[in-house]
C-alpha cells in the first residue's frame, strides 16, 4: 500500500519599486522586496531577486530532503529527479509569465484559468477512469466539475435561444386566440 506524504509550503512575495533620477541625470528603477516562508514565519530582506530565488530553493530543498529521508536511495534518486524536473518546467515558464502578466494582466489570467481548466478536465479524465476500473462502470464527472466560462457562455446562450423560441410561440398563440 503506497502512503502518501504531503507538505505545503507558502510564500508571500512583496516588492517594491523606487523610481529616481541618478547624479547623471539618467532615470532609474530600483526593485526591493521580502519574501516570508508561511509555514515558519522566516523572511528574508532583498534587493538581488536571486537572493529571493535562493531562500525558496533552500526551503524547497529542505522540505524535499526531510520528505524522502526515510526512502531507499533509489527512491529518493527518483522523487528527487522528478522534482528537478518540475522545477526546470517553473524556470523555464515563469520568465514569459511575469513578462506576459505585465504586458497583458487580463489575457494572462484567462490563460491561467484555461490551463487550470484543462487540468481540472485531465484530473476528471483520470478520476473517471479509476472509477471505471475499480467499480466497472463509468461516472461521468463533467456534471459535477465547473464549467469554463466559454462552457457557461455557450449554455447561456443556447438558453436565450430557446427562451426567445418559446416567447415566439407564446406570442403566435396569443395573437391565434385574440383572432
Avoid: C, Y
Avoid at 507558502?10 to 526591493?32: C, M, N, P
Avoid at 515558464?93 to 487540468?119: C, Y
Avoid at 463509468?138 to 459535477?144: F, G, R, S, T, Y
Wanted: net charge negative.
Amino acid at each position: 500500500m503506497s502512503s502518501k506524504k504531503e507538505e505545503t509550503a507558502s510564500f508571500v512575495l512583496r516588492l517594491s519599486q523606487k523610481i529616481f533620477e541618478a547624479e547623471t541625470g539618467e532615470h532609474q528603477i530600483e526593485w526591493r522586496g521580502n519574501i516570508r516562508h508561511v509555514q515558519s514565519g522566516e523572511e528574508v530582506r532583498f534587493s538581488n531577486f536571486e537572493d529571493a530565488e535562493s531562500f525558496v530553493q533552500k526551503k524547497l530543498t529542505s522540505m524535499t530532503m526531510k520528505a524522502v529521508e526515510d526512502k531507499p536511495d533509489e527512491a529518493q534518486k527518483g522523487i528527487l529527479s522528478k522534482s528537478f524536473d518540475f522545477w526546470k518546467k517553473v524556470a523555464t515558464a515563469t520568465p514569459k509569465l511575469v513578462m506576459d502578466s505585465i504586458k497583458d494582466p487580463k489575457k494572462q489570467a484567462e490563460h491561467l484559468q484555461d490551463q487550470i481548466q484543462e487540468q481540472i478536465h485531465q484530473i476528471s479524465d483520470a478520476i473517471g477512469q479509476k472509477l471505471e476500473d475499480t467499480i466497472g462502470s463509468k461516472i461521468e464527472l463533467d456534471n459535477i466539475l465547473p464549467a469554463s466560462k466559454a462552457e457557461i457562455i455557450d449554455k447561456l446562450d443556447q438558453l436565450t435561444s430557446r427562451l426567445e423560441a418559446i416567447e415566439s410561440k407564446l406570442d403566435k398563440l396569443k395573437s391565434t386566440k385574440k383572432g
